[in-house]
């Protein structure tokens, strides 16, 4: 397990104010991305939808990882070999868009979403002693507004990093991958100007 920075210590081992998080993991030792999930949080999520994430990411062939200046938490962003761009913030939210740009899943405030065309689906697990039901339920039009908002605005703040050189890549795989943040900026922008916004309808194993 790498080891954790003590309050007071910044990236550098001098006081600053990046304390709480720990340093970025090598992906030689890591086959995983950097992906950091705090275990209060995790104990709420359902463990399929966390299996579900965590065998995404490890799907994603190119990936990179760092944060924006002075801008926690610890991002990866990443390709899948068909082209899909997933962006993790952190460990909570995520979001997929495919090769246009078009959102198809995204994991908000612990809640799994998937496109169903024409507006998104907030899709919810529960138990019986018998059975687990995945239970649908469609985002009214003012939330499905607030999702975008919220969406645009952490991507658009990423994008503008990426174009400014204000990202700071801590980890780059494979190694030696020149075009890998200018693509997912050119994604990004992809994703910020995407009309329709969502994909086609993802559907839903049960």
Known sequence: MPATRTIGQNFGGKPGKFAAFPPFPRYDRHPRPPIFFSPKRDMARNESDREDLLAEAVALTRRLGGMGVGQPPLITAGFRTNGWLSVYFGP?????VDAEGRL?????DGLLYRSQGETLAQ?????SPRETVLQRRDLTPAELTRFRHDMTTRLAELAEALDAGRFQV??????????????IALRLRAALS???WLSRRVNVRR
């Open 194 to 196: 995407a009309d329709p």
């Open 123 to 127: 899709l919810t697990r529960t138990r």
């Open 92 to 96: 909570d939210p995520m979001y997929q």
């Open 104 to 108: 198809r899943r995204a994991f908000v």
């Open 170 to 183: 801590r980890r780059v795989h494979p190694q030696g991958d020149a075009t890998l943040t200018a693509d």
